[in-house]
C-alpha cells in the first residue's frame, strides 16, 4: 500500500519553522520522518517523490528559496 501525504502537510512543517528551514534539512527530515518511499498528493491529486515535491512547490511560489532556506508563501497557498 502506498504511503501518501499532502503537500499540505509539508506547508505547515515549513510554516511552523518562524525562520525558515533549510532545503536539505527538510529533504531529511521528511525522508526520515515518512521513509525513502513515500508519495506526497497536492489538492488535484498528483504523485510525487520528495524531489519531485518540492520542486512543484517552488515552481508554484508555494515555498520560496532563498539562500537555501526555504520559506511558505501564505498569499499562496489555498486554504481548503
Request: charged share 20%.
Given at each position: 500500500?502506498?504511503?501518501?501525504?499532502?503537500?499540505?502537510?509539508?506547508?505547515?512543517?515549513v510554516?511552523?519553522?518562524?525562520?525558515?528551514?533549510l532545503?536539505?534539512?527538510?529533504?531529511?527530515?521528511?525522508?526520515?520522518?515518512?521513509?525513502?518511499?513515500?508519495?506526497?498528493?497536492?489538492?488535484?491529486?498528483?504523485?510525487?517523490?520528495?524531489?519531485?515535491?518540492?520542486?512543484?512547490?517552488?515552481?508554484?511560489?508555494?515555498?520560496?528559496?532563498?539562500?537555501?532556506?526555504?520559506?511558505?508563501?501564505?498569499?499562496?497557498?489555498?486554504?481548503?
Amino acid at each position: 500500500m502506498e504511503h501518501v501525504i499532502h503537500a499540505h502537510d509539508v506547508l505547515h512543517m515549513v510554516a511552523e519553522s518562524n525562520d525558515g528551514i533549510l532545503l536539505e534539512e527538510l529533504r531529511a527530515t521528511l525522508n526520515m520522518r515518512f521513509g525513502p518511499d513515500v508519495r506526497f498528493t497536492n489538492c488535484a491529486d498528483a504523485r510525487f517523490t520528495v524531489d519531485e515535491l518540492l520542486q512543484f512547490l517552488v515552481a508554484r511560489s508555494k515555498i520560496s528559496v532563498r539562500n537555501g532556506v526555504a520559506r511558505v508563501n501564505s498569499q499562496n497557498v489555498c486554504s481548503h
